[in-house]
């Protein structure tokens, strides 16, 4: 990491701001030789983290904007490392020409995520801290944001910290006792550790049960609209986005493929899925449509059956309510609320609403019905994980655990126990990234956008 890096921070798009980075040992002097402060000194002189209002010139002296400009010295900058920032007007012909002048200048291209992978080899970030940077720049929701902002502050490394240093003391009481026999050590008792095992092992439990929560706070919950044609899926499609995306008309069976949207719905992501219409028919089309329609619907967390509320129920309808009733997840929806002449209602173990796309009634108890079904783990912001990466490591750091605490209850041999937790602490350490693979690393910043 000897050379200086630069990058466009804000994307390619027009827009008011635009920003780029620079990393490096050369960064400071390169914001000299292009940016002049309207007054006080020159960069290499100003103070850290002081935006510094000037001119910014290409390499002769050409006005390219007036801007700011900002230095930070390493260690006290986000890389760690001497860093500067240029805050220009967001033209992308701008923000180009200021990149090529650096790379004129000696500094280079940054790779995806170069930036914040910089951050963690040089300490100022973990690794769970840094992967929380990229899911706090896709998240899609409020309380996505809210929990990668917990964990960029830590909330994942600080949960299982005290579960590492426990393991700590108890190899380094272990190897004291049998490496120093003759000094005067406190005897090496595994049972005086069982306590604390325990409660080691039902906080990585808790972290762990949070994932398949968590999995759907990132990726959103995956959701199927499946009814008789014209039961009004597609219009109650239409209604949860807010526009028309899906052709609604008198004529069923109009939906003949699916159609896959996200909607927010009350701080819920939904990988909305809207199908064809269930029914059996000749039509070859159709009969493909239908069985996407399947397809989708065992792949989903949760169904909403969909059921005109206007018509009379048959029994295709109660075969698709059965059906939905065995799926994770299912809402029994009952559609055109305003033509219906009496509240509609049959027997079913599903919770039932009733809805209007055209007044926009039952939608709000829809939303809230579907936010009492995924509630979210009473845990503190950035304590649920949405990593697969991170579960995964958790998971063998919990399974190591269980079987160090299974042989003490065997009375196997402190060295058979030791084995097992040190398994665990190398499990941890992947999470935190006190310990982890160069071809890990790469992976996990490969997914970061150039600039961040």
Same mark, same amino acid.
């Given at each position: 990491?000897?050379?200086?890096?630069?990058?466009?921070?804000? !994307?390619?798009?027009?827009?008011?701001?635009?920003?780029? +980075?620079?990393?490096?040992?050369?960064?400071?002097?390169?914001?000299?030789?292009?940016?002049?402060?309207?007054?006080?000194?020159?960069?290499?002189?100003?103070?850290?983290?002081?935006?510094?209002?000037?001119?910014?010139?290409?390499?002769?002296?050409?006005?390219?904007?007036?801007?700011?400009?900002?230095?930070?010295?390493?260690?006290?900058?986000?890389?760690?490392?001497?860093?500067?920032?240029?805050?220009?007007?967001?033209?992308?012909?701008?923000?180009?020409?200021?990149?090529?002048?650096?790379?004129?200048?000696?500094? +280079?291209?940054?790779?995806?995520?170069?930036?914040?992978?910089?951050?963690?080899?040089?300490?100022?970030?973990?690794?769970?801290?840094?992967?929380?940077?990229?899911? #706090?720049?896709?998240?899609?929701?409020?309380? $996505?944001?809210?929990?990668?902002?917990?964990?960029?502050?830590?909330?994942?490394?600080?949960?299982?910290? !005290?579960?590492?240093?426990?393991?700590?003391?108890?190899?380094?009481?272990?190897?004291?006792?049998?490496?120093?026999?003759?000094?005067?050590?406190?005897?090496?008792? @595994?049972?005086?550790?069982?306590?604390?095992?325990?409660?080691?092992?039902?906080?990585?439990?808790?972290?762990?049960? =949070?994932?398949?929560?968590?999995?759907?706070?990132?990726?959103?919950?995956?959701?199927?609209?499946?009814?008789?044609?014209?039961?009004?899926?597609?219009?109650?499609?239409? $209604?949860?986005?807010?526009? /028309?995306?899906?052709?609604?008309?008198?004529?069923?069976?109009?939906?003949?493929?699916?159609?896959? /949207?996200?909607?927010?719905?009350?701080?819920?992501? #939904?990988?909305?899925?809207?199908?064809?219409?269930?029914?059996?028919?000749?039509?070859?089309?159709? +009969?493909?449509?239908?069985?996407?329609?399947?397809?989708?619907?065992?792949?989903?967390? @949760?169904? @909403?059956?969909?059921?005109?509320?206007?018509?009379?129920?048959?029994?295709?309808?109660?075969?698709?309510?059965?059906?939905?009733?065995?799926?994770?997840?299912?809402? @029994?929806?009952?559609?055109?609320?305003?033509?219906?002449?009496?509240?509609?209602?049959?027997?079913? $173990? #599903?919770?039932?609403? =009733?809805?209007?796309?055209?007044?926009? /009634?039952?939608?709000?108890?829809? /939303?809230?019905?579907?936010?009492?079904?995924?509630?979210?783990?009473?845990?503190?912001?950035?304590?649920?994980?949405?990593?697969?990466?991170?579960?995964?490591?958790?998971?063998?750091?919990?399974?190591?655990?269980?079987?160090?605490?299974?042989?003490?209850?065997?009375?196997?041999?402190?060295?058979?126990?030791?084995?097992?937790?040190?398994?665990?602490? $190398?499990?941890?350490?992947?999470?935190? !990234?006190?310990?982890?693979?160069?071809?890990?690393?790469?992976?996990?910043?490969?997914?970061?956008?150039? !600039?961040?």
């Amino acid at each position: 990491m000897s050379d200086t890096i630069a990058a466009i921070a804000t !994307g390619a798009q027009v827009s008011a701001i635009g920003i780029v +980075r620079v990393s490096g040992p050369d960064s400071v002097p390169l914001a000299a030789r292009l940016f002049t402060p309207m007054r006080g000194a020159s960069m290499d002189a100003q103070p850290e983290h002081a935006l510094v209002y000037g001119r910014l010139c290409d390499r002769e002296g050409r006005l390219l904007d007036l801007c700011l400009c900002t230095v930070s010295r390493g260690p006290n900058s986000y890389t760690g490392e001497d860093t500067a920032e240029f805050q220009c007007h967001g033209s992308p012909v701008l923000l180009r020409t200021l990149l090529e002048e650096l790379f004129a200048l000696g500094a +280079r291209q940054a790779g995806p995520g170069e930036f914040t992978r910089r951050a963690f080899l040089n300490g100022r970030l973990g690794l769970s801290e840094a992967e929380a940077v990229a899911d #706090l720049i896709d998240a899609e929701t409020a309380e $996505a944001a809210r929990n990668a902002a917990g964990q960029l502050s830590g909330a994942v490394s600080r949960r299982v910290a !005290g579960v590492y240093d426990l393991l700590a003391d108890i190899s380094a009481h272990y190897h004291a006792v049998l490496d120093y026999p003759d000094e005067d050590i406190e005897d090496f008792r @595994l049972a005086a550790y069982a306590g604390e095992l325990d409660a080691a092992i039902a906080n990585l439990r808790a972290l762990l049960g =949070s994932f398949s929560r968590g999995r759907l706070l990132k990726s959103g919950i995956p959701t199927v609209l499946v009814g008789r044609p014209n039961a009004g899926k597609s219009s109650l499609l239409n $209604a949860l986005l807010g526009y /028309e995306r899906a052709i609604v008309t008198a004529v069923p069976g109009t939906t003949r493929d699916t159609i896959e /949207e996200k909607v927010n719905l009350g701080g819920l992501c #939904l990988r909305l899925t809207d199908t064809a219409g269930i029914r059996e028919t000749g039509d070859e089309v159709e +009969r493909l449509g239908v069985e996407r329609s399947r397809s989708a619907m065992a792949d989903a967390q @949760l169904v @909403l059956c969909v059921v005109d509320a206007s018509a009379a129920v048959t029994e295709e309808d109660l075969a698709l309510i059965a059906e939905s009733e065995r799926a994770p997840k299912a809402l @029994l929806v009952w559609s055109k609320r305003d033509l219906a002449a009496s509240a509609p209602r049959v027997e079913s $173990a #599903l919770q039932q609403v =009733s809805v209007s796309c055209v007044t926009g /009634e039952g939608l709000a108890q829809l /939303e809230e019905e579907i936010r009492r079904l995924f509630p979210l783990p009473a845990v503190p912001a950035g304590e649920i994980l949405t990593n697969a990466r991170q579960a995964e490591a958790v998971g063998r750091a919990l399974e190591a655990l269980e079987a160090a605490r299974g042989a003490m209850r065997e009375g196997q041999t402190p060295d058979i126990v030791l084995t097992e937790a040190e398994g665990a602490m $190398a499990a941890i350490g992947e999470l935190t !990234g006190r310990s982890v693979r160069e071809d890990v690393t790469d992976r996990i910043f490969r997914r970061f956008c150039v !600039g961040k």
